[in-house]
């Protein structure tokens, strides 16, 4: 007999990750006409810049955002890049697949983590115009492959469309998107902004812009070392949950647990296997794909009883006080730069991570003309890229919110000064698949405020320093103008040659002078 259930769940239908984000395009941030358009941008960017820093290669990225016809919301980008380009048979995968890529398993600082971005990408163009994509990449193999590639929706994969194989000694990657409904402009939600803001963070590339009347701009390489390729940091026993620990088992290709643990874990002796298994009472030289839920519970629960040496924070790629400060005076001018670079510190009980955070006071700093000119502006980064979009719900914006201005002689609606932070770690912790926002984790709100208050205590000093001087030069001004007077009446009154006065006036102002007259 048929039941209502039977009939209602004839309905019940499996759908594909590609599907999910086909109807939730917007979890991936594509709303709006601008933020479409300047996300596009982020992940082809994004990934152009990992490649080459993975590669070693000095990042020369270009972007070409034209018009297509009459309709100014029609727009075809490329972005093209000269990293390590991509193997042929990856391409369906890499353009083509949701949830695929070389970054989502590995604990590497880069700005890619999901294997979303690019595919997410192509998902709009082809939601909007209808169009593939059109990827040229080489490796430098002697072979230039082009290829059209969609993604087939229902599977989750990449359908080829057209191939082309040219010899070309090029070597790179160069995608290009045909968008509708997409808007250009130079706002501070547009390509131009987020360009000019990564190019602050990454000091060591060279990005072009051409914008679509045609006006070329290129924001140039400011200091010539490329950063050491990322290196991978394992887990942290300590970090872990009984989850992460059975998923690590299972793809593990090691014998035993134990071996699974001493190669998948940082800072996991032999000595410290013996003393996880002691604790628990789970033994570990069982197979990695025979352990329970319960015995991943005890195995971590001993972990966090345990004394390990404190993770290893190596892997991380800060930008560096240095080129931070040399970047905020190249795009504002300003009066005064500070940018500081905190030791590594953890959240989540065992996942490293650094802030960095830079001021830039006067010049250009601060917030622009078109927001009422004046105040206190925020650039946030995520390992060197910029986060536009979701400020609000951002722990860099509440840290920043939360810190007493007022104690540093600053004010957030006057001051002309623009904060730079930048967040470094292998695992960033988004508060949603568009990665615009970082969560709130209580170390990490922590780190921000003290980053914010040793700069601001710096910019405090000079600030004083300014004042004392402006101080003093009024005051030198008073005895400049009415000093020589006094001497010259003094000395015609009781008859003398009017002396030299220079020597006094350096000694009570405590600046050089000419002596007035
Ligand atoms: N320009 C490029 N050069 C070389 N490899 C690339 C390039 N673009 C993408 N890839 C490869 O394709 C994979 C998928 O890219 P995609 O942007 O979808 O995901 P991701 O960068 O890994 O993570 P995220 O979703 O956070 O961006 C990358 O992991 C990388 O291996
Ligand atoms: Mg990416």
Redesign the pocket.
Known sequence: MKTLADELFREFREHSVSEFFRKNAAMLGYTGKVRSLTTVIH??V???L??CEEAGIPPDVVVEIKRMDEDPEHLRVAVE?N????PER?IPS?FGKML?????HRMLQ???????????AVMFAQITSGKPALVR?STGDGKVVEVEVSINVDRNEGEIHTKRVVEGKWKG?R?ELELKEVSYQRSRYSPFHYLRMTSVANPHARITLEEPDGNRMVFERVVKEVPKPPEPMPLYPKGLMADDLLILCRASKSRTVAGTLTAELSRMTRQKVEEAERLSGVRLDKKPRELTWEEAERIVKAFKQMKFMAPSSSGLRPIGREHIEKSLRQMYEPEFAVAVTREPKFYRGGIPFVVELGMAYGGKAGKGEEEGGGGMELLRFANRAPLVFDQGGCVITSALRDIDWGRYSLNPELSPLTIFVNFCSAYVPYTSAG?QSIADEPEIYEELRFAAMDAARELRFYLHRKIRQREREQRAGIFEKFLPIIAKRASSLAGEEPPDIRPVLKKVTGLESDGGE
Do not use: C, H, Y
């Open positions: 992940e082809a994004t990934n152009s990992d490649a890049d990293g390590p380009g991509i990856f890499v695929a890529g070389t970054k989502l880069q700005r890619g983590q999901q294997g979303i971005g690019i595919s997410g990449t990657t995608i990665k």
